[in-house]
């Protein structure tokens, strides 16, 4: 069969495989990263932004929205619950999401359904128990909201499962970042920025010769060498004997 003959074509959304759209991604993401209105996980790191531009492309929406429901928990990205829901609700293929919490004790739960459009078929996913949450240890992670906001947790949980179950496609087989804290063992990483490097101007040598090499005069080039020649710790170069008057100085301060 001509691929041109299938209802549905496939589509690469990949800018990995296209060097101008590789490069237009890169002018985009390099803007994205100088707003204040990106996550810190975004802001000035351009290679973020230019994954999360790609990710946008898959899934049709702002680079910007991606970034502000994508969150990264030990270096694993997911989508934060509301993004979940949302997606399935504005994919155009199912009725909005219904949430249904009942039972008591050890048994009281969750679970989410909906119905394709057009359809009488009830799409039911599967269902998130008080049981389930204390065997998995959900509701002893450090900062859990399990003991905050039980029925909150049990409606994102639910979504989640819904559309891993029914659309994994929509989400990109992606897990929720609800998930992503809950399975992972170790503490969420985070992110402090690069290390700022800190010179001592009095005694560090490669400032001392940065300020030599702004000076005008060969005196004050002079001055400047000594200087470095008596700082504390400084080590003694070697000899040089130049062949001939400002030669040491011309190679030293070009």
């Known amino acids: 069969m001509d691929p041109k003959d299938l209802p549905i074509q496939a589509t ?4 990995f495989i296209n060097m101008e759209a590789f490069a237009n ?3 985009v993401g390099a803007l994205l990263a100088k707003s204040t209105l ?3 996980a975004f802001r000035g790191k351009l290679e973020n932004c230019v994954i999360a531009i790609e990710l946008a492309e898959r899934v049709k929406m702002s680079p910007l ?5 994508l969150a990264v928990v030990n270096g694993k990205p997911g989508w934060d619950a509301q993004f979940v829901i949302a997606k399935i609700n504005s994919c155009g293929r199912y009725e909005p999401l219904r949430f249904v919490l009942e039972g008591e004790g050890d048994d009281q739960g969750c679970h989410a ?7 009488s078929e009830k799409l039911t996913g599967p269902r998130v128990t008080w049981k389930m949450v204390r065997a998995e240890g959900w509701d002893t992670k450090s900062g859990s909201k399990w003991k905050t906001m039980p029925d909150v947790m049990f409606s994102y949980r639910a979504a989640s499962f819904w559309g891993k179950r029914y659309c994994p496609e929509l989400l990109l087989g992606m897990p929720s970042a609800d998930e992503l804290e809950d399975f992972t063992n170790g503490p969420r990483i985070k992110d402090m920025g690069n290390a700022e490097v800190v010179r001592d101007p009095e005694t560090d040598l490669n400032a001392m010769l940065d300020q ?7 005196s004050d080039a002079r001055s400047a060498a000594t200087d470095i020649a008596s700082a504390p710790g400084a080590t003694k170069p070697a000899d ?3 062949n001939s ?4 100085e011309g190679h030293l301060f070009a």
């Open 25 to 27: 991604a890169q002018r």
């Open 38 to 40: 990106v996550p810190d």
């Open 240 to 242: 040089v004997v130049p």
């Open 212 to 218: 030599a090499r702004a000076t005008n005069t060969p």
């Open 65 to 69: 929205m991606v970034m502000q429901h």
């Open 12 to 15: 690469s959304y990949s800018i």
């Open 245 to 248: 008057p400002g030669e040491f």
């Open 113 to 119: 359904w909906t119905r394709e459009i057009g359809s």
